[in-house]
């Protein structure tokens, strides 16, 4: 059985295989089916959504989030990057996110580094990473065997079309998604991509639909 990956709109994402349910950011979408495992990547209203966390847990299941999200969240871990968990079998390590080149004022970038991590999600042999809201930054090109990368096109907040095409090519995974839209055209990544690196599979999804990764 493969490993389904389903959009739910803006950043959030459910993974469920191997028995799993591991929701990413949960904020759009519907959250009837009950987490396992939930990742936070920050502590913004649009990512660390108490209410929908709320919603999409139950009794025993873990919550991994950076500090300052964690706070916020009963019985939630705090991670930082650099560190790793294993939740039954579902292997997390938390990564770099940040921005350098995009400030809400002078010197006060959107995303400071230290405030959130992207993911690499290890799920029955599989690894996904979720970039979280960051620009284009050089720890992207230290992952390695990326199955499926998930990465924000938007814009203004993060990188934007032609920077996530840059870091998929980095990062060189098997297939990638783009998230966090903010307007921003997914069709255009798309077409970067392929014009330099066409054995990366791009798939564009609308909210609600998913990709299976296939053994």
């Not at 979408?29 to 999409?56: N, P």
């Amino acid at each position: 059985m493969g490993l389904k990956v389903r959009w739910l709109g803006h950043a959030s994402f459910m993974i469920k295989g191997e028995g799993k349910v591991v929701y990413i950011d949960p904020y759009e979408g519907d959250y009837t089916e009950k987490a396992d495992l939930i990742l936070v990547s920050h502590s913004h209203y649009d990512h660390c959504d108490t209410s929908k966390i709320s919603r999409a847990r139950k009794d025993g299941t873990v919550i991994v989030a950076p500090p300052e999200c964690a706070s916020r969240i009963d019985g939630a871990k705090a991670i930082r990057p650099g560190e790793k968990i294993s939740v039954d079998g579902v292997v997390v390590e938390a990564v770099q996110a940040y921005n350098y080149k995009r400030f809400r004022a002078p010197g006060r970038p959107f995303h400071p580094k230290g405030l959130g991590v992207g993911y690499v999600v290890t799920v029955g042999g599989r690894r996904i990473y979720h970039a979280g809201d960051t620009d284009f930054i050089p720890e992207m090109k230290e992952l390695k065997d990326i199955d499926l990368a998930l990465l924000p096109i938007g814009g203004t907040y993060t990188m934007d079309n032609p920077e996530a095409a840059e870091a998929a090519i980095a990062i060189n995974p098997k297939a990638v998604i783009p998230m966090h839209h903010f307007g921003a055209d997914p069709g255009e990544f798309r077409r970067i991509v392929e014009s330099t690196s066409p054995h990366i599979k791009v798939i564009i999804l609308k909210p609600g639909e998913e990709y299976e990764l296939q053994d």
